[in-house]
């Protein structure tokens, strides 16, 4: 499995709600000159898993993630994100889910595409797809404990530079980061189309949701205010009212 992406420095699998866990990872670019932190939901149903946001765990990692239950369904939220989904479908050999036009890394292919309203592997799942990106983008709202909202991108929580290195430039209040429940400038640029439709109206769309808890692809879980701290990220980048 030589030919894989390495495992990075993580910490420990945490349930963070009854049978939802995760663990906070690393994203090393340029050489390892530039480190950013990242989040992996794992969502246990009877003995099966549910990856979302993968992340290679180191040895004990992966002795602590299959004593939770057999890995069977790997999801995909977004464009950005996958770089580890080709190593757990080597080794766990989980069904791949993705939104239509979904782009892997290496040769890895959709097993099974979902959508608003579609069969989903987190079984009370409500999934919901942003209509205005340039690349496909999605997020799951789980009726458990207020709400919860599952997220890749769209919605991130980097309080601090907790596991980062050389980002003092961008990682920055005005770049949509180091605040809670923030839209991060990079994904910002890189899903909205040029000359297209806004990504506002999408956010307004998942404003009408019920959840107060977030779990993202980066950051801490945002707990019992998330709903709250959206709104005000809403009116700092665009100036909207929600």
């Not at 990075?8 to 906070?24: D, M, P, Q, S, Y």
């Not at 290679?56 to 004593?67: K, T």
């Not at 782009?103 to 919901?128: C, M, Q, W």
């Not at 998942?206 to 707990?223: D, S, W």
Request: glycine share 10%; net charge negative.
């Amino acid at each position: 499995m030589s030919d894989f992406v390495p495992a990075t420095a993580h910490g420990e699998l945490e349930e963070v709600f009854k049978n939802i866990f995760v663990v906070r990872g690393t994203m090393h670019y340029s050489g390892g000159k530039m480190v950013i932190s990242r989040t992996m939901t794992v969502v246990r149903q009877g003995d099966e898993l549910t990856i979302i946001n993968s992340i290679r765990l180191n040895e004990s990692g992966e002795a602590a993630l299959e004593a939770l239950g057999a890995v069977k369904h790997l999801v995909k939220l977004s464009d950005f994100h996958g770089i580890d989904d080709p190593y757990y479908k080597h080794r766990y050999q989980p069904t791949v889910w993705a939104l239509a036009g979904a782009k892997h890394k290496r040769d890895l292919t959709t097993d099974s595409e979902y959508n608003e309203g579609s069969d989903f592997p987190i079984r009370d799942a409500d999934v919901f797809v942003f209509k205005n990106t340039r690349v496909p983008e999605a997020a799951a709202l789980l009726p458990r404990d207020g709400g919860i909202l599952l997220t890749a991108d769209c919605v991130q929580n980097i309080e601090d530079k907790h596991d980062c290195v050389g980002v003092d430039t961008f990682f920055t209040k005005e770049n949509g980061f180091l605040r809670r429940a923030g839209i991060g400038v990079g994904w910002r640029r890189g899903v909205t189309k040029e000359d297209g439709p806004p990504l506002v109206p999408d956010y307004q769309r998942l404003m009408r949701r019920e959840f107060v808890h977030v779990i993202t692809g980066h950051g801490a879980v945002l707990r019992d205010t998330a709903k709250i701290d959206l709104r005000e990220t809403l009116r700092f980048v665009w100036g909207v009212q929600l």
